[in-house]
């Protein structure tokens, strides 16, 4: 799996002050989970969940090249077999292809398709796994948010903040990122315009992401 925007700007965006422990949901090969890492405290956890062999063995060799490779446990399993003490921030770039369609790699399959995971599994599973205060950042394409909100606040779960991503000026937004936390209230910030106009990273997305980039 190739770095996308997707989980670039979930790893930079995801709060991460006075957090501990962190739990990332289908790690893939260890990018938020690294980015995370790189962002939080030096006493900070991380564990890295990824149901796929050959990319949990791919986020194991990047945990292990990088400087955070004592902060960083890659666990070979599915989300919904992890027995372990509660997170105050769970992350997940997570599936969002509905049942029926399907893409030609087997690993991109499973990656992006709901049979793997589905939102339901997703939010109870995290619900589980989450400590009293703590909170849930996601990425999803819009029409996936929006029933990620419905499910949410059905299981006592309210949109903490939530940004719309939007790909270029000229572009309607495709992409929510979503903290949620127990309680209610929806509360949306601007739109973050990732490119502008000719092509370049926009100055608010730029900030967001420079730390992570070797040029920008």
């Given at each position: 799996m190739k770095v996308g925007?997707?989980?670039?700007?979930?790893?930079?965006?995801?709060?991460?002050?006075?957090?501990?422990r962190i739990l990332d949901i289908g790690t893939g090969t260890g990018l938020i989970a690294l980015m995370l890492a790189q962002r939080s405290a030096a006493d900070c956890q991380i564990v890295a969940v990824e149901l796929d062999p050959g990319a949990a063995a791919q986020a194991a060799e990047n945990v292990a090249s990088s400087p955070w490779s004592e902060r960083i446990m890659v666990v070979t399993a599915a989300v919904q077999q992890l027995d372990t003490e509660p997170f105050d921030l769970i992350v997940s770039n997570p599936p969002f292809f509905q049942h029926g369609q399907t893409l030609p790699s087997a690993m991109r399959q499973q990656a992006r398709h709901t049979s793997s995971l589905s939102h339901e599994e997703l939010l109870e599973h995290g619900l589980r796994l989450l400590a009293p205060n703590g909170r849930i950042a996601l990425v999803l394409p819009i029409a996936a948010a929006e029933?990620?909100?419905?499910?949410?606040?059905?299981?006592?779960?309210?949109?903490?903040?939530?940004?719309?991503?939007?790909?270029?000026?000229?572009?309607?937004?495709?992409?929510?990122?979503?903290?949620?936390?127990?309680?209610?209230?929806?509360?949306?910030?601007?739109?973050?315009?990732?490119?502008?106009?000719?092509?370049?990273?926009?100055?608010?997305?730029?900030?967001?992401?420079?730390?992570?980039?070797?040029?920008?």
């Open positions: 925007t997707d989980g670039v700007a979930l790893g930079a965006w995801a709060p991460v002050t006075g957090v501990t029933r990620i909100m419905l499910l949410a606040e059905q299981l006592g779960l309210g949109v903490e903040f939530a940004q719309r991503l939007i790909p270029t000026p000229q572009k309607e937004p495709n992409r929510f990122l979503l903290l949620l936390s127990r309680g209610n209230g929806r509360l949306f910030g601007n739109d973050i315009v990732i490119c502008s106009v000719d092509g370049s990273y926009s100055d608010i997305y730029s900030e967001m992401v420079r730390g992570f980039y070797l040029k920008l």
